[in-house]
């Protein structure tokens, strides 16, 4: 029996993807809501989901999962409706516009016992899952530095110029490219390297081609465990060459075009990717169908959005902030 998903929302850049990704399931999509009636409509038209009211929406018979994928200011009034179901939601990423937003959106899934997910499909890279193996082995002895990156050229090419315009109105997505790109790695950082102490950071309009919109940042991070972190993302970038970079007393680890370990003695070598696995909605789509699944928490995902706010604080205000 094909899963049944409630669509609530169809703002967000990854709406074609998720639908295709339902598609693939052979999943139902039980109806579409947005408060955008022509988008709603142009969606309803590519899927055959027919359009509804939120409540009717919501309160479809046999509901296994409910699909956020507005603009993310939207995000808390949604999840507060959605979760007095009870069912499973993802929420597309960032959880809220702000961290308070997400410390919000995470207090409403904790007290309703409702099954979080976020996209935070990097996680379940076979890159990702490599340098966990080695953090877990101890391969890098004492880590000291991390520096990741997730830079495309939307702002050069103009994705943002129409359908997703939002995107790059901070009013509404409450972050800029910095904020858009970076909570992927930033949620990696958290991950592999634990709670953080401080940050700092600065922003750049770019090419100004969106008003009062960051096009690309750079953020310093302290961890509690002493490991320093840069975080490089971006609307601005021709190419992001070199994704990942673990410095330790004993290894250094660089996930570039290949994935590469050097040892005490300097040299590179690749080395073999562990498996990857289903994250992001993948990872959400398997948990309904029964399937074994590694999920994020609204809890992590708080804490995520909780740091970037205090990243564009910090760097607004030429500042360190202390979390």
């Not at 409403?108 to 499909?121: I, W």
Request: net charge negative; proline share 3%; aromatic share 8%.
């Amino acid at each position: 029996m094909s899963l049944r998903i409630a669509f609530v929302g169809t703002a967000h850049i990854h709406t074609p993807g998720f639908l295709n990704a339902l598609k693939e399931r052979d999943a139902t999509l039980v109806g579409i809501w947005d408060h955008d009636a022509p988008r709603a409509a142009a969606n309803s038209e590519k899927t055959g989901a027919p359009m509804m009211a939120l409540d009717d929406l919501l309160t479809q018979p046999n509901l296994d999962g409910i699909i956020i994928c507005s603009e993310t200011n939207r995000h808390p009034e949604l999840v507060e409706a959605a979760v007095k179901l009870g069912k499973p939601v993802f929420v597309e990423k960032p959880m809220g516009a702000s961290g308070k937003d997400s410390q919000k959106i995470a207090r409403l899934f904790e007290e309703s016992g409702c099954v979080f997910q976020t996209g935070y499909f990097s996680r379940g890279m076979a890159q990702t899952q490599t340098l966990r193996k080695l953090l877990a082995e101890k391969a890098f002895g004492t880590v000291t530095r991390v520096r990741m990156s997730n830079c495309h050229s939307g702002a050069l090419g103009g994705w943002f110029d129409t359908d997703w315009r939002w995107m790059a109105d901070r009013e509404k997505s409450g972050v800029g490219a910095f904020g858009d790109l970076g909570t992927h790695v930033l949620d990696l950082m958290l991950w592999c390297f634990g709670e953080v102490e401080a940050v700092t950071g600065t922003l750049s309009m770019g090419t100004a081609r969106y008003e009062g919109c960051d096009e690309y940042g750079e953020a310093l991070i302290k961890f509690k465990s002493g490991v320093i972190g840069t975080l490089a993302a971006g609307w601005n970038d021709v190419a992001d060459p070199v994704r990942v970079q673990v410095c330790g007393t004993e290894a250094h680890f660089i996930w570039g075009s290949e994935v590469k370990v050097a040892g005490e003695d300097g040299k590179f070598a690749e080395v073999e990717l562990a498996p990857g696995v289903p994250a992001g909605l993948n990872s959400f789509l398997d948990h309904l169908e029964g399937k074994p699944a590694e999920l994020v928490t609204a809890a992590e995902a708080a804490e995520r959005d909780r740091v970037m706010s205090a990243i564009y604080e910090a760097a607004e205000a030429s500042k360190w902030i202390k979390l």
